[in-house]
């Protein structure tokens, strides 16, 4: 496995996805490697996992990379991909467009290669005019040199026909039916009530179209909070704006990131969730949230509404008024919400299984595929 940043970790969705194939490849009787970048969590050291040779089985390799976050993930790549031509695999697994600029190199070597495109990562605004060019870059090695190339969404299933005649499978991402948890610790760390609040739990990144949330929530008259879970992504500028944009309504409560049981309580007592994205691969805090049988709002972007179809709410991407409207109507139809509620997670659970992912990934490793 390389392109995540570090298992175990919740840095990002391509992290979970990782972590989750790899543990539970392994308990089917594969080995597995996982090449972890160097580094520290960006969200700070205070999260680091202790760095270990083995994790549930994976063994673990770490390959060093410089601090700055402009040249990390190109050097991880290229270091982790000509290591990788020694390890005797029978297949390298890359995930993300990125890290897929050294594709071609094993294929030069005939081993089978496999890519998954967690999201179109070019059009993510974190990213400057070069690392936009690198990223469309690894995209296009991964259309022209893997043998098998998964996708997360319909939509992005019809771009690469579309844009490089390059056939695709959509394996989605998975899901764990959660156990709820009881109101404790956010309650006395944050001082939260069950449905006492709406949540954001994302990375803090323009993307991910927080602040239409914030400028929505403010112009609406509820006692409800407003909690923004989660940490930055190299983007300070824009972090830097969201905390200043919540410094102005004593209502917004910002936790940073969270893992373990602080997250489990958020998603477990929110009155609704919201996922006010741009661009979107497919979600994985969505999956959460509505396993967890949370009422979700969301922008209207394919990836969003291939995931929850009728299950959920929506709003137009970007529009900050029509997400206000809907967020306003929400909040005072208490009747609709646990409507939507109710059947959530037994409708998300039933359909998103890190088993079938798991099954379905390794038919692809194999070329036993029933069809894509």
Request: glycine share 8%; net charge negative.
């Amino acid at each position: 496995m390389i392109g995540h940043k570090r298992i175990p970790s919740r840095e990002g969705g391509v992290e979970i996805v990782v972590d989750e194939l790899s543990t539970r490849m392994v308990k089917l009787g594969c080995e597995v490697d996982a090449y972890n970048r160097y580094g520290y969590h960006v969200s700070g050291r205070e999260f680091d996992e202790k760095r270990e040779k083995y994790y549930n089985g994976v063994r673990i390799f770490t390959i060093p990379t410089p601090s700055s976050s402009s040249l990390n993930a190109i050097v991880y790549s290229f270091l982790a991909t000509i290591r990788s031509l020694f390890g005797r695999y029978d297949i390298i697994h890359f995930h993300a467009e990125g890290p897929c600029t050294m594709l071609w190199l094993p294929k030069l070597f005939g081993i089978r290669v496999v890519a998954t495109i967690h999201g179109l990562d070019w059009q993510r605004s974190k990213w400057g005019n070069f690392a936009s060019k690198v990223l469309r870059f690894g995209e296009k090695m991964a259309a022209k040199h893997a043998d098998e190339l998964i996708v997360l969404s319909e939509n992005m299933k019809d771009y690469f026909l579309e844009e490089y005649g390059k056939e695709t499978s959509y394996i989605s991402n998975g899901i764990t039916r959660p156990e709820h948890k009881k109101i404790k610790d956010i309650k006395e760390k944050y001082g939260l009530e069950k449905d006492g609040y709406v949540l954001f739990l994302a990375r803090i990144v323009p993307e991910k179209g927080l602040h239409y949330l914030i400028e929505a929530f403010k112009k609406i008259d509820t006692d409800k909070k407003l909690v923004i879970a989660g940490g930055s992504s190299h983007s300070y500028e824009y972090m830097d704006q969201i905390s200043a944009m919540s410094q102005e309504d004593p209502r917004i409560v910002m936790t940073g990131f969270v893992q373990g049981e602080i997250l489990e309580e958020l998603y477990s007592n929110s009155y609704i969730f919201v996922l006010p994205s741009d661009v979107e691969g497919m979600a994985v805090s969505l999956l959460e949230a509505m396993s967890y049988g949370n009422c979700c709002l969301v922008s209207d972007i394919d990836e969003n509404m291939e995931v929850v179809h009728d299950k959920a709410f929506s709003f137009r991407k970007g529009n900050v008024d029509d997400l206000r409207e809907k967020l306003e109507d929400l909040l005072n139809r208490p009747d609709q919400v646990e409507k939507y509620r109710k059947g959530s997670a037994e409708y998300i659970c039933s359909r998103f299984s890190w088993d079938d992912v798991v099954d379905r990934t390794i038919q692809l490793y194999t070329g036993t595929q029933k069809g894509k």
